[in-house]
C-alpha cells in the first residue's frame, strides 16, 4: 500500500515524518517531538441563505435561466449543444497557439454585440495585448469590457462593478 504524501505526523526537531504518532522520533529518537500536521486549520460555519438563493421545491424551479444563447459561431454553439447557457462555467482547453483566446474573443464580441455586457479578463495578456489582437480580428464593440487580472477577488469585484 502505497504511503500518503502528506503524513500525519512530523518530529518537530528533525523533521522525520510518519502517518502514526509514535512517542519517540524513528530518526533523532527524541521523545514527545511528533506534531501533527495537515490538520484542518479553519471551520466551515453555515451562513444565512437570501430568499433569491433558498433550495425550493424542483417543481418551481424555472428553466429559462438555462436558454443557451448561441454566439453565432457553429462549431462553437454545436459543441455547447446550442451556446453558452448563463451561469455555466465552460473549460476551453487546446495546444499553445491553436487559437483559443482569438476564438474566445471573437465569441465575446458576438455575444457583446447581439446586446449583452461582456467582460473578458486575461490572466495571461495584458489588456494592451487583447485590444492589439481585437484590433486585428475586428473584435473591437463598445459593449466588451477587458481586464489582465490574476487576482479571483478582484476578478469577482469586476463582474460586480
Ligand atoms: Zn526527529
Known sequence: MARPSTPGFACRECGWTTVKWVGRCGECQVWDSLVEQGAPTSKVTAVAVSEARAARPITQIGTESSV???????????????????????????????????????????????GARVLYVSAEESAAQVRLRADRTGALRDELYLAAETDLATILGQVDA
Not at 455547447?80 to 476564438?103: H, Q
Open 68 to 114: 443557451h444563447r448561441p454566439s453565432g459561431i457553429g462549431e462553437f454553439d454545436r459543441v455547447l449543444g446550442g451556446g453558452i447557457v448563463p451561469g455555466a462555467a465552460i473549460l476551453f482547453s487546446g495546444e499553445p497557439g491553436v487559437g483559443k483566446s482569438t476564438l474566445l474573443l471573437e465569441v465575446a464580441a458576438r455575444i457583446a454585440q447581439a
